[in-house]
């Protein structure tokens, strides 16, 4: 049983950090190519879908990782599985702290009410969530290590 919690834990962050890593290297680069205001859009509209699912996979895999640290403790690789879920617990308080703000404004705008700073709001965000991505990149290769 623990040998499926430790996998299924595993693909739910792995399959977590390839979402991120696609937003960081596919979806916004397409994104900031296209003009200003479809660009500003698809940010919005991106916003308002990944920000309805995201809290739930990052808290879920923070969940998965205590019962996986608990259910393992006595197992080979429990520090590597406990260092993961402190960078997954960072990855959250990073979100709420500094990128879910940004992404409430935002999600909101549109090219009448959008503020003059939105371009400099964005790229704070990116900023961010290059931190956060890689963050979450050292837990899933944390876990990966611990299931060897």
Do not use: C
Request: net charge neutral; proline share 4%; no cysteine.
């Amino acid at each position: 049983m623990l040998n499926a919690l430790e996998v299924f834990t595993t693909v739910v962050v792995g399959l977590m950090v390839g979402v991120e890593f696609s937003v960081l290297f596919v979806i916004n680069p397409i994104l900031n190519a296209l003009p200003e205001d479809s660009g500003q859009l698809g940010h919005a509209h991106g916003g308002r879908m990944l920000g309805a699912v995201m809290p739930f996979w990052y808290i879920g895999s923070v969940a998965l990782v205590v019962v996986w640290t608990v259910a393992g403790r006595h197992h080979d690789g429990a520090g590597l599985v406990i260092t993961a879920g402190a960078l997954l617990v960072l990855s959250v308080v990073m979100s709420i702290l500094l990128l879910v703000p940004i992404n409430n404004r935002n999600k909101k705008w549109t090219p009448e009410n959008r503020p003059a700073d939105w371009k400099e709001q964005l790229h704070r965000w990116e900023r961010w969530h290059h931190v956060r991505v890689a963050v979450i990149m050292a837990a899933f290769a944390l876990l990966v290590t611990a299931l060897t």
